[in-house]
C-alpha cells in the first residue's frame, strides 16, 4: 500500500460523493446513508493524517462509499466510473482490497 497517494484518495471519495445525483427521496436515508458515512470518512481522513493508509481503512473508506451510492441510488456505471477515477488518482486497486465492482 506504499504507493498510494492518501491525500488523493481522501479527496477523490470526498469529492465523489459531493458530484453524485442523488436519486433517493427519503431525508432519512440521505441522513445516515450519505452524511453519516461522509462525516466517518472525514475522522478516517483525520486518523490517518500523514501516514500510510492500511488496506483496513482502505476498505472501510470505499465501503461507506459503497454505503453512500446505494443510499443515493447511484446507476451502476456512474459508480464504475468514479470508482475507477479514485483507482487512477489514488493508486488504490479494489482488487487488492478484496472490493468488487458494483
Not at 441510488?73 to 456512474?78: A, C, L, N
Request: no cysteine; net charge negative; aromatic share 6%.
Amino acid at each position: 500500500m506504499s504507493e498510494i497517494d492518501t491525500a488523493a484518495f481522501f479527496s477523490a471519495v470526498l469529492k465523489t460523493i459531493a458530484s453524485t445525483r442523488n436519486h433517493g427521496t427519503d431525508p432519512d436515508e440521505h441522513a445516515k446513508g450519505v452524511v453519516e458515512p461522509a462525516a466517518r470518512i472525514r475522522a478516517v481522513e483525520e486518523e490517518v493524517g500523514d501516514r500510510p493508509l492500511t488496506s483496513r481503512e482502505a476498505g472501510e473508506v470505499l465501503e461507506l462509499l459503497e454505503t453512500t451510492f446505494r443510499a443515493k441510488r447511484t446507476p451502476g456505471e456512474e459508480r464504475e466510473y468514479y470508482l475507477e477515477y479514485i483507482e487512477k488518482v489514488s493508486g488504490v486497486s479494489r482488487a487488492s482490497l478484496g472490493v468488487s465492482a458494483p
